[in-house]
């Protein structure tokens, strides 16, 4: 199975900061990376598709990159609305994998 | 419009049986895996397991495998998953989502309690 390490656990930042969030899978995926916003009560979200693709509707502040078994999330300046749990996700492989998610907060 | 909607949250003994569902529309339910997502108290996303409506394909992850049977019925577009017997550590929410749009779309997710 693919292990997708996800770090730091959680994180607290100034609102206009820039965050950055990172997975690193224990094998290549090539793109095959999603990013998962989830707030406490609400079905996770997709924000960024194979790696670095934004969803449409998803503010352009968030952004994706990486490739293979490096990836990062970044906020490019950290908004109250952005506190929420991040997740990853290998969808490359049965089984998929989601990383162990960062909980991100405001200082 | 995609949809996937849930069966209701369930309350449930230890060692009862239960069965879960989720309902796709919207897309060709027979040409995308659905899987099944499990969320504990406070905890993180895992995911349990994925079924191929279109020939009942079945891929588990193994710390699931002995735990919960998912299945799908392609008449009435719907994934279902199961377990036999119910314990207290199956308290958790449980997701379904779909492959349909690389796992864009999930359900609104099923509460299960499991108390005596």
């Known amino acids: 199975d693919i292990q997708m390490t996800q770090s730091p656990s959680a994180m607290s930042a100034s609102v206009g900061d820039r965050v950055t969030i990172t997975c690193r899978a224990s094998?290549?995926?090539?793109?095959?990376l999603a990013w998962f916003q989830q707030k406490p009560g609400k079905v996770p979200k997709r924000l960024i598709y194979?790696?670095?693709s934004l969803q449409s509707g998803v503010p352009s502040r968030f952004s994706g990159s990486g490739s293979g078994t490096e990836f990062h999330l970044t906020i490019s300046s950290l908004q109250p609305e952005d506190v929420a749990t991040y997740y990853c996700?290998?969808?490359?492989?049965?089984?998929?994998?989601f990383g162990g998610g960062t909980k991100v907060e405001i200082k | 419009e995609v949809q996937l909607v849930q069966s209701g949250a369930e309350v449930k003994e230890p060692g009862e049986s239960l069965k879960i569902s989720c309902k796709a529309s919207?897309?060709?339910?027979?040409?995308?895996?659905i899987g099944w997502v499990r969320q504990m108290p406070g905890k993180g996303l895992e995911w349990m397991g994925i079924?191929?409506?279109?020939?009942?394909?079945?891929r588990y992850n193994p710390s699931f495998q002995r735990q919960v049977t998912i299945s799908a019925d392609k008449s009435i577009t719907t994934a279902y998953l199961q377990w036999n017997s119910l314990g207290a550590s199956d308290t958790a929410m449980y997701y379904c989502?779909?492959?349909?749009?690389?796992?864009?779309?999930w359900g609104q997710g099923t509460l299960v309690t499991v108390s005596s």
């Open positions: 989502v779909s492959a349909y749009d690389d796992y864009a779309y």
């Open positions: 919207g897309y060709r339910f027979t040409s995308y895996w």
């Open positions: 079924v191929y409506p279109g020939d009942s394909d079945t």
């Open positions: 094998q290549g995926i090539n793109n095959y």
């Open positions: 194979a790696s670095s």
């Open positions: 996700l290998q969808h490359k492989t049965y089984p998929l994998t």
